[in-house]
């Protein structure tokens, strides 16, 4: 009996190499994408929705996201974990649709926070109270570099080295950029007290 449940258990762990094996052998490609896309999906989605804030935004992201990995699978040459690939192509899909809503609303790059608030306030599957809101308004208020570190660091508890890889910043520079975020929502949200 404990023989069987071993390779039950194993095959429910992520194994990265032996995934990575999968997804360059044309006959076990397409499963194993099949499992990146169940492994990834949520995380990325929560990534991605914290970034464009807007509910069927983030669900168009991040299919075009899955989308873009699986045209460039035969590219990917395994330098960088899977995740980290994903969330890569992840946080430049948000960023290319950032900026296309921007150069389309007429909306200066100092005003996003603004834009971004409102996109917020009438998503209808926002349902944060005051505090929340509150919250939001702070972390929308960053730069896009810092807002972008923050999320990862304090919402997805993400390792510098491994935002490093996906953002192609130094460890020091991502350290001192969520520091300054920080202490800038800290300001924000005790500002009215």
Not at 84 to 108: D, G, Y
Not at 172 to 186: C, F, N, P, Q
Request: hydrophobic letters at 40%.
């Amino acid at each position: 009996m404990r023989a069987e449940i071993q390779p039950i258990i194993r095959m429910q762990q992520f194994n990265e190499e032996e995934l990575m094996i999968q997804l360059r052998d044309p006959s076990k490609q397409r499963d194993a994408f099949t499992r990146v896309v169940n492994l990834f999906s949520e995380k990325l989605y929560w990534q991605i929705r914290k970034m464009v804030l807007d509910h069927e935004d983030a669900n168009d992201i991040l299919q075009n996201t899955f989308l873009k990995a699986w045209t460039n699978l035969d590219g990917f040459r395994g330098e960088s974990k899977i995740s980290t690939w994903m969330h890569k192509i992840a946080v430049n899909e948000c960023i290319t649709f950032l900026n296309k809503q921007r150069s389309m609303n007429n909306v200066p790059l100092d005003d996003t926070d603004v834009y971004l608030l409102d996109t917020l306030r009438a998503d209808d599957y926002f349902d944060g109270d005051e505090l929340d809101m509150k919250l939001q308004k702070a972390v929308l208020s960053l730069p896009e570099k810092q807002r972008i570190v923050f999320n990862m660091k304090y919402y997805d508890d993400m390792k510098y080295e491994d935002m490093s890889e996906v953002l192609g910043t130094s460890v020091g520079a991502l350290k001192a950029s969520y520091h300054h975020a920080v202490k800038k929502i800290e300001a924000f949200l005790t500002d009215d007290i």
